[in-house]
């Protein structure tokens, strides 16, 4: 099976700091994909570079290729408004604008340039039947997002990314701030999104990577020390330094 995404000698430095070495992976299509390791290890820095978010940071440089679908978006002819279409990402704390609910799901369309009432309303109904949301919310399009709860709100900014139909959903310890019944609402959300969408997860909860990803990778001081099916780095892993962290005796 082709791969949705790939890395091939990825490297990436803040100044004079390297804080990705040679890093080479391949994401399957349709399935959720774990990164975990220590803090500081660069697994968030990997996964913005998935949508070149790291642009945003003064004095970043990279070297290698990152492909998406097999075309390197690295190059200076990526239209990024595009890949951030096709790439949306969901962050570590709820981040919804003061805004309506339906102006929050509607967002990026109308950055896009979708203004039509006719077009907007049927995306608003399926990217919240998508998160879960439209049963609880159908009746308060109007009310102001902040006023939900932070499990709301994260599913909120989930679906204002699936409203734009990317192809791939990145999330960056998108549970950290929720409770543990909001977090098994959230997981059972992305197992059910994983067969349409190809997600990649950035997590410190190796039991969430354990329940919830079909592959993981695992990195060590910017290192890629292991990859592969998420039971076979958890129960057999080929690195003892991977043994040591899943195990609890190190980080």
């Not at 642009?55 to 990024?80: E, S, Y």
Request: with cysteine; hydrophobic share 40%; charged share 20%.
């Amino acid at each position: 099976m082709a791969s949705k995404l790939q890395t091939q000698g990825l490297n990436l430095y803040y100044g004079k700091f390297r804080a990705l070495l040679d890093v080479n992976l391949s994401i399957q299509p349709r399935m959720i994909t774990a990164i975990i390791g220590p803090s500081g290890c660069g697994k968030s820095t990997l996964l913005r570079c998935f949508n070149r978010m790291n642009d945003l940071v003064k004095g970043v440089r990279v070297a290698g290729r990152v492909l998406l679908d097999g075309a390197d978006i690295l190059g200076p002819a990526t239209n990024l408004s595009l890949l951030r279409r096709r790439v949306g990402m969901v962050f570590q704390r709820p981040n919804p604008f003061p805004l309506s609910i339906i102006d929050n799901v509607t967002y990026g369309l109308r950055v896009h340039g979708e203004t039509r009432r006719s077009r907007l309303l049927p995306v608003v109904e399926s990217s919240l039947q998508a998160t879960g949301l439209w049963d609880e919310l159908k009746d308060r399009l109007n009310a102001s997002a902040l006023d939900l709860s932070p499990e709301q709100q994260q599913r909120l900014c989930l679906s204002r990314v699936v409203a734009v139909q990317p192809e791939v959903l990145l999330m960056d310890e998108p549970c950290s701030a929720l409770d543990p019944i909001a977090t098994e609402r959230v997981e059972d959300l992305m197992r059910e999104l994983a067969g349409q969408y190809t997600i990649v997860i950035v997590t410190h909860n190796m039991q969430q990577a354990a329940r919830v990803a079909s592959q993981t990778a695992f990195m060590l001081l910017g290192e890629l020390l292991e990859f592969g099916p998420t039971l076979n780095v958890f129960e057999n892993p080929k690195d003892k330094r991977t043994e040591d962290y899943v195990s609890g005796r190190y980080g």
